[in-house]
């Protein structure tokens, strides 16, 4: 993939108003994108042409959305994003565990598909021309001073094993911190890597989405230093298990 | 008692509540006739000292006749022979001076009825003396004989006669106490299998089916069997109208997601913002009735959670979206909780307190034992007669409703079984300064096995 503008997108969703609306949003916002009803179809259409993303529902008839990930993840490294039914947390973590790279609950608004979309085709292109640790469930657990965050199920435990609450932004720029570790991110880098999750971002935003983060972080050690006039810096080492 | 008698005669405990009530009144029969023969038997006892009254007057009248028959000079000894241990007859000569006969009712009432039944004696002029008080224990007299010399006789250990009757009365009444007691006790065997039953029809409807044993006689059996089958019946009459609830609102998140999109192409932005707005009360209400109807089998399990964090989030989303809410307490204070479960508890909570109070104010205190969450609203408050009525499913205040503001009167049913899963306590308060406050208090429970999952790598 090469630019955002012709990125090609296959949908998998069986029910027919559904894939023909959802095929019309990302129509209109620039997106080339074919629909397919289950499975077979879209081994069909994978086999005639290559696709960028794959969005697929959890709820197919046949063979379930969750199968098909696993299969399609064991033969490519395509994005693939989840489309919950059910809006449940456990479909969310089995569709990452089965190799997905993101997910959306229904029922979800065209810009919030939209902004799942455009982020995880960002990332598959910073990691480099399908190579990349995108599509390969990337580093699912990140341990940093004592803390560990745990990606599939959007988890972070503190150094006594206590669960700590992140809100999806939150999450967001966390790991922005863990991927950029001991480098300097501008404000301006991190708006657009947490774009993904906040509405109307802003610079303010960015600072408060930090001090945020520094106090759920319990910041005393300083993982998250500023670095005036320019951004932040994570400071701890951060190791992937 | 009756029990007893009842195994010893091999009878076997009746089965319906005909025969069990039959054998409880032959029982009480059967001990009114038996303690009536013996009341009869002590009465006949007392009949039997009126007739030694009786006696005393023949032995009287005969030893009259015998000693006037004979020579005066043998008269002395003859007295002394016929005398008795209780009844002692003595001869004074002509001469002697007589007492009179006593003046007090015991003494007449004695001499009536040696009269009544001698006759002769009135004749013979019975003066009779009894002791000043009741019972009649001993008493003495005389009479004359036909030569005018007197004969005086004397009674001692003469058992009491006008109690009698009173004694009587008293083993009447202690017997009929004594029945009735039984009775009652007996009745009360067969009643309690009724007062469960009455316990049971007590608490349908606040929970799971409350089967009853089928114990007892048969129709209670019987009774109990039919409200066994019954709440059967209402369960699954409950069970698949909340599965085709549930499978309705499930259902019904397809066509709002297909509206969700929909309303995207709308070209004017207002029409797009109030179709967005509409869809959301939709969604909250399918949510709401999502979580309600499956809350009670949530498979969650309890994990230490930081508490702050989990409010703070909630908070800083409230303040996201342009309301006010604030945050305090301390920074970090971890309990056990069911985490999601817990977050849908607050955020009903905060999201309530935003919209009918305008504000949500959380505070966190550690109170050793337990954690108190507080929060609080500017509103007007609820009156509190309706303090427990707000968390009762689909309840909703009037003036909510009038302002259609939405939801579907679950947000703090949804709460109440997300903090009774805790272990904890849900309260309300109206302020003095104006305002509700929510006050969540849970224990905090030290959860072991969590601690086995911990890191630390440094």
Redesign the interface.
Known sequence: MNSLSIARILLVED?P??RT??L??LK?NGFEAIGVRDGREMADALGQGSFDLVLLDVMLPGQSGLDICRDLRRASQVPIIMVS???E?IDMVLGLEMGADDYVP??????ELLARIRALLRRAANNGAGAGSIGSAPQDVM?F????LDRRRREL???????????GA?HDLLVSFLENRQRVIGRERLLELSRARL?EVNDRSVDVLVS?LR??L?DENRLIRTVRGVGYIFTADV?TL | MTRIGIHRWGHPWPRSLVGRLGLVLFGAVLLAVIGNAIVLGQAEQHYGDETQTWHIAEQVETAGHVLSAIDPARRENVASSLSSPYLTFTWGEASQAREAQGDNPASWLLRHEMIEHRAALAGMDLRLRTGPGTPVKAFDGDVRLLDGSTLRFAVTDLPSTVPVIYAQLGSIALLSIGVLLMALFLVQTLASPLKMLVKAADAVGNGPPVFIPTRGPQEIRHVAQAFNAMQRRIDRLITSRTEALAAVSHDLRTPIGRLRLRAGFLPNAEDRAAFDGDLDEMEGMVNDLLDYLGGEEDPEKPRRTDLPALLSTLVDNATDAGHVASYEGPERLPLALRPLGMRRAFSNIINNAIAYGGAARVTVRDMGNNAVITISDDGPGIPEEQFETVFEPFHRLEESRNRGTGGTGLGLTIARQAVTREGGTIALRNRAEGGLSVIITIPKRDDPAQKVGRHTLS
């Open positions: 029910d108003a559904m609306l959802i019309r949003v209109e039914a059910h809006g947390e229904k029922p979800f608004r065209a810009k341990v001073a004592g803390w560990r435990i503190d150094p006594d094993g206590v669960a700590v609450d992140l809100s939150e509405g945020r106090r759920k319990g190791a």
